[in-house]
């Protein structure tokens, strides 16, 4: 079996994520004490009891969300060897490269925490904002926000999550027009998104400035794996190339529909979606049909998905 695995980005978060994990196997415990040390606070405890509120900030959701993945896969290497490929949404991709040995845990812990203040800290000088525009191309959602951005605001895709799902982000201005405009053009709906920022767009460049900064710093290793980027849609396999790549992400779309794509055609015949929630599942309905993805969060997770590998 050629395996794929895949993790979700900021937005899967929940109270409660990951402690069932970490009562059963001491290596997923094992994890998040790491993270309660690299971090100097408890984010297992913030992940496990919340407040929610607190939680859902996006320099607290994005360590919480990494660190309980990780503590997924590290129970999922102890059950299976090989890994074809991987990728991940967003922050997701952090994940990834840690589970491909690109970057170090620790490392990873510190830089996602920081990017997520650097996320934050640029959303507070840029206010901005982020819409789901749903039943329509990828060529109209782009002529959407090129109209918008003429008119005097700034808009521009952020997720092309799959066909007819795709997240537009810019200045509340530009963000509001293309509502309206995507609402004209016969969108089925479009939602506007309970953000901090305009994540993925030109209002994040002073974020990636100082995620830059941070990354020209930190050790990479050359994945054992290729891990599909974000800004590219097309395998890593270089120290170098994971870095600029993570840097560039923060003002890129994530071409998420086209990276799963690229899993697909090089051969991959399973998918794995590591960490909370099923939202990575939910879109290989439409981005790789008819491959088996199951999810795994939990110890019961892993129950089911083994249940359907043995019967398979």
């Known amino acids: 079996m050629s395996l794929a695995l895949l993790f979700p980005g900021q937005g899967s978060q929940h109270v409660g994520m990951g402690r069932s994990l970490a009562h059963e196997h001491p290596v997923a415990a094992q994890t998040f004490e790491e993270a309660d040390d690299v971090l100097g606070f408890s984010i297992s405890r913030l992940a496990w009891e919340g407040p929610e509120q607190d939680l859902v900030l996006t320099n607290n959701a994005q360590p919480?969300?990494?660190?309980?993945?990780?503590?997924?896969?590290?129970?999922?290497?102890?059950?299976?060897?090989?890994?074809?490929?991987?990728?991940?949404?967003?922050?997701?991709?952090f994940s990834a490269h840690v589970a491909a040995g690109t970057l170090g845990f620790a490392d990873a812990v510190r830089t996602v925490r920081l990017r997520g203040e650097l996320m934050y800290a640029a959303g507070q000088d840029r206010p901005g904002t982020m819409a789901a525009v749903l039943g329509?191309?990828?060529?109209?959602?782009?002529s959407v926000c090129q109209q918008a951005t003429t008119e005097g605001g700034i808009c521009v895709p952020a997720n092309f999550n799959s066909?007819?799902?795709?997240?537009?982000?810019?200045?509340?201005?530009?963000i509001e027009r293309a509502m309206e405009l995507a609402?004209?053009?016969?969108?089925?709906?479009?939602?506007?998104?309970?953000?901090?920022?305009?994540?993925?767009?030109?209002?994040?460049?002073?974020?990636?400035?100082?995620?830059?900064?941070h990354l020209e710093n930190t050790a990479f290793e050359d994945p054992a794996h290729p891990v599909v980027a974000n800004v590219t849609a097309q395998p890593v396999t270089t120290a170098e190339a994971a870095r600029q790549l993570l840097i560039r992400q923060l003002t890129s779309p994530v071409r998420w529909a086209e990276s799963v794509g690229q899993m697909v055609e090089s051969g991959v015949d399973a998918f794995l979606e590591l960490g909370p929630g099923s939202v990575l599942r939910g879109l290989n309905r439409r981005n790789a049909k008819g491959i088996p993805c199951s999810s795994l969060g939990?110890?019961?997770?892993?129950?089911?998905?083994?249940?359907?590998e043995n019967a398979i």
């Open 163 to 174: 066909q007819g799902q795709i997240v537009i982000s810019g200045d509340i201005e530009g």
């Open 183 to 213: 609402s004209e053009l016969g969108a089925k709906r479009v939602v506007k998104l309970s953000v901090s920022g305009a994540f993925h767009s030109p209002l994040m460049a002073p974020a990636e400035d100082g995620l830059r900064a």
């Open 64 to 93: 919480a969300m990494l660190t309980h993945s990780i503590a997924v896969h590290r129970v999922l290497v102890e059950r299976v060897a090989d890994t074809a490929m991987a990728a991940g949404h967003s922050l997701g991709e």
């Open 298 to 308: 939990e110890p019961e997770d892993f129950e089911t998905w083994e249940g359907i």
């Open 136 to 142: 329509l191309s990828d060529e109209d959602v782009v």
